[in-house]
């Protein structure tokens, strides 16, 4: 079992950045695929951006290309999502998810959850 912790969530101005992060305990993660999902009030949770478990392999929805950068560092068991240039239409309950997975599986039905970070962008 792995256990996840999301921080770094907030209150910014519409252009600004915030950079989440997620720590995961229990089980090693390392060979984890692992992602950041979103759910917006009234919307579906979504796919926000994936990494293999290698952090050679990337995805990212469209609507976040060339803004956000997911990143891992398995020696600290964390996840990380670097999101800049925010529009309101970011603002979500951030969640972190993952998966035990292949090498460069980026695309995963996640078996756990962390319990989400609310990010709130102002216009």
């Known amino acids: 079992q792995v256990q996840l912790v999301e921080s770094g969530g907030g209150l910014v101005q519409a252009g600004g950045s915030l950079r989440l992060s997620c720590a995961a305990s229990g089980r090693t993660f390392s060979r984890h695929a692992m992602g950041w999902f979103r759910q917006a009030p009234g919307k579906e949770r979504e796919a926000v951006a994936t990494?293999?478990?290698?952090?050679?392999?990337?995805y990212y929805a469209d609507f976040v290309k060339g803004r956000f950068t997911i990143s891992r560092d398995n020696a600290k068991n964390t996840v990380y999502l670097q999101m800049n240039s925010l529009k309101s239409e970011d603002t979500a309950v951030y969640y972190c998810?993952?998966?035990?997975?292949?090498?460069?599986?980026?695309?995963?039905?996640?078996?756990?959850w962390g319990q989400g970070t609310q990010v709130t962008v102002s216009s």
């Open positions: 990494i293999s478990w290698s952090g050679g392999t990337t």
């Open positions: 998810a993952g998966k035990e997975a292949a090498i460069a599986v980026v695309r995963f039905r996640p078996d756990y």
